[in-house]
């Protein structure tokens, strides 16, 4: 365009209304500055601490901060569960972008076998969101240098280092130390319920299984926290603060281990378990049971092949034979029976009976035959108990009559949890007429009440209910509960727990306990005990019954031939003992399964545990024999 | 007066090369501000400061040379500038090179350039001269005929997209029609309009990219991880910084790089976490300083094309400080707009002081031709 005007420019005017302009333009500046500031009062003064806050809360995060959990020791002071610092590889699948890739990649790096992988995959079902799942759990020194060299190429794949339990002893004391392992879904519904899921926020396994289960919430201890500051990509830069968690306590078991792995030996192949409790504080000094297996696979996530052997395994390792096993007590409770006839008045220590190997009652014909064929011949009850006579008891029995029977019984524990530190544990079965009715809606019938005479019938108990009832006996109806847990370690010393105990059982007469278990002392000293053979020549004057339990029943006047039976249907062995006669310091059962006689069996494994007990023990063992010195165990 | 008499053999020298002394002194002291400020935001980076150094003493080389450009010959060129880089900006659309989601590089073997900034001045420069040929105030005809001097490369801009500078670009021109004395009733007509013509731009013109921006803008919240992150971790920033701040190199937003573009456009929410409500203070009075050192120039100038050149180029360096601010601390959308002279970063700065060298031919030029 061509604009050719001409036109005189009037400089003031125009330097006038630019000036004007400029300075209207400046006022704006203002206005637009303080409008920032104003914007940035707010922002910094007035809503500081919110946004101080905010601030805070992106760099700051609180983590939790897992307690050590407490040490175990035995009743010398050795250490049945320690803490061992461990190496994991751990996967947060939600962070890695090709899982399968990087399995891949890990399996050629570090040899990963398939199990782990599908190990792997089963638990990232389990996990919640976030969190790492490992893949192999106690790395090597070698996988730990191979991988932190490529770390940078797994993004999402860390090696995770922590204590995790160790159990030196492996199989000797599964069953009663149990084991932990990881926290599962299960474990986390009960730990909210109990409102303890904040203390367990940094914690990997919990107790599963016996004493680490039981005494869980000593073990564990308190959560710790550790304040720390993240960047952006969450990675800790430093801490801020730490409030330390405090450690679990550090428990002292009653069990010898010494005594456990003398049991494991001595049981070897035999299916069975003992158990052997200090007779004077009701304190387990032993519960094996055979076979067992090695906790320490399951810390470190079992794999499900091994597992899975374990569960089909046709011993069944995974039960606890000592507490579950649900045996007929047979003639083990011949003592008790003995005492309860004694102290209801239907026998005293005179009555005498002639065994003639069969036993009948009135207008039935069924015969109840004795486990000598031709009988005992003349008896009392001493003898019978050391004969173990089924004749006297049968009659016996039947006197005494089921109601009363189930109520001395169920006194002295049987039918009933013992309240042992373990949860694993069977109730047994003591029979009575409600209970068959509820359970068969069938009449109690007298033949039912003459089997359970000799502790068949549907008289069930665990070797744990024997011991135990034992140590009544022994203790004169002082009932204690049996306890693994001995008390605590504090500061190198061990803090006793308190003895648990039961009302006592009311004594009528102190006699007939004494003579109960004198003839116990029989069954071992006398030339006619059944426990004679097992305990030739032993120093601490042991007392104790053998017992002999059918599994199935036997036809009428069939014989019992041991050979011919399937194995899963030989005879249990049963023995019950404890010693020294006149002052006892431990009590003993004894459970054998298909292993054939008590005597022949269960006795001389009785024998090496309480040899074995009484080994170190510098004690002055006096043999006394009851009948010379009846007084001496009244005291 | 801002200039010192005091020593007026020192300001003879350096009025003889061009050099305008007040403007220098606030140019220097807001650079050093930025350096330090970079140095905490980019980690402590030495490498950085160094690069940032080497692009200042570029920039304010350009700076001298500009400043030793006849006035006369800036008038004279702004025509040809201005058409060469309008088809420069065609050719930026037609072949330009594509990087960060916007073609705004055009790619000459060597070097790749943004024309779009060659358009910050030549815009104001145009538009100035064009104006300033007719008596002020201009007639309503040349300030329509100013208007599509300023609309032609803002659509073009715009349409690469860079909205920032096309803001920028379109207030440099809108502030010499301001300063050359547009009537108010026209001012008003005119923000009518552009009111309108903001539903069809965000229907048109705008990328979805950028209606996010809007949309996040107006509300944070709505996507804390997303689009709002910036936003809502640059105002934690400011917020969090309080009254005195929590020092320099202490800042835990910027620090462990919760905020993002810590040391180019956010820099801003680093120094006000670092230095508070006080150092923001100080910082905008050095802008204020810089602008008034400006706009004394622009009313010394003798004729009409450098007062309404240099009260632009004084003005868009503001609206550069009113956008960084405001969007990053929650005022406005977020617009790509770096922190004048603080922010790290090479283009922008070069502009920048091309801008200030021409500001300083006015204000030292002047006297000479007075003299003469």
Known sequence: MAIKRVTIKDHSAEANLFARRSFIAMLLVCVMMILIISNLYYLQVSKFDDYQTRSNGNRIKVLPVAPNRGLIYDRNGILLAENRPVFSLELIPEEIDDLDSTLAELTTLLNIEEDEIADFKTNMQRVRRFKPVSLRNRLSNTDVALFSASQHKFPGVSIEARLARHYPFGSALTHALGYVARINKKDLQKLNEAGQEANYAATHDIGKLGIEKYHEELLHGEVGYQEVEINSKGRIIRTLNFQPPKPGKDLVLNLDVKMQLEIQSVLADTRGSVVALDAKTGGVLALYSNPSYDPNYFVHGISSKRYSKLLQSTDRPLINRATQGQYPPASTVKPHLALAGLEEGVIDSETRLFDNGRYQLKNVSHVWRDWIPWGHGWVDVKKSVEVSCDFFFYDLAYHLGIDRINESMTEFGFGDYTGIDIYEESDGNMPSRGWKKARYNEPWYIGDTISVGIGQSYWTATPLQLAKSINTLINKGRRIVPQVLRGQMINGETVLDPLKELQPIPVKNIENWNLVLSSMYGVIHEPHGTARAAFVDVAYSPAGKTGTAQVVSIAQDAKYDAEKLAEKHRDNAMYVGFAPFDDPQISVAVALENAGGGSSQAAPIARKVMDFYFKDKQLELVKTNPDDNPTHIQQ | ?372
Not at chain 2, 126 to 155: D, E
Request: proline share 4%.
């Open chain 2, 1 to 372: 007066m801002l200039r010192t008499k005091l020593e007026p053999n020192k300001q003879s020298i350096f009025t003889k090369v061009h050099i305008d002394v007040t403007l220098l002194v606030g140019l220097l002291v807001l650079m050093a501000v930025g350096l330090v400020t970079i140095y905490s935001a980019g980690g402590q980076d030495i490498e950085l400061i160094q690069r940032q150094v080497i692009r200042l003493g570029v920039a304010l080389f350009v700076m001298l040379l500009l400043a030793q450009i006849p006035i006369l010959a800036y008038q004279r060129m702004s025509i040809y500038f201005y058409i060469a880089g309008v088809l420069m900006l065609v050719a930026v659309l037609l072949f330009g090179v594509t990087g960060k989601g916007a073609q705004r590089w055009l790619d000459l073997g060597v070097v790749r350039f943004q024309p779009s900034e060659i358009m910050k001045l030549a815009v104001p420069m145009m538009v100035a001269w064009y104006i300033s040929r007719f008596n002020l105030p201009p007639k309503l005809w040349n300030i329509c005929i100013g208007f599509v001097f300023v609309v032609v490369p803002t659509l073009l801009i715009a349409k690469q997209p860079d909205l920032g500078t096309s803001l920028l670009i379109a207030s440099s021109g809108v502030f010499v029609l301001f300063l050359a004395g547009m009537s108010w009733s026209l001012i008003l007509m005119v923000t009518c309009l552009v009111s309108a013509f903001a539903p069809v731009m965000w229907f048109f013109l705008m990328k979805e990219y950028q209606k996010q921006r809007v949309l996040t803008f107006i509300n944070p919240e709505s996507d804390p991880l997303g689009s709002g992150y910036h936003i809502i971790q640059s105002k934690i920033a400011i917020g969090s910084g309080g009254v005195s701040g929590k020092g320099w190199l202490q800042g835990t937003q910027s620090q462990l790089e919760f905020l993002p573009e810590r040391h180019t456009d956010f820099i801003f929410a680093v120094f006000s976490e670092e230095f508070g409500l006080f150092g923001i203070l100080g910082l905008l009075a050095i802008y204020c300083y810089i602008i008034v050192v400006g706009l004394m120039i622009a009313m010394r100038a003798q004729d009409a094309f450098a007062k309404l050149l240099a009260g632009s180029i004084t003005l868009t360096f503001f609206v550069y400080v009113f956008v960084n601010m405001g969007m990053v601390s929650g005022l406005l959308p977020v617009v790509g707009v770096p922190l004048p002279l603080v922010s790290y970063g090479g283009t922008s700065m070069v502009t920048l002081l091309a801008g200030f060298g021409i500001l300083m031919a006015i204000s030292t030029q002047k006297r000479l031709l007075s003299r003469q």
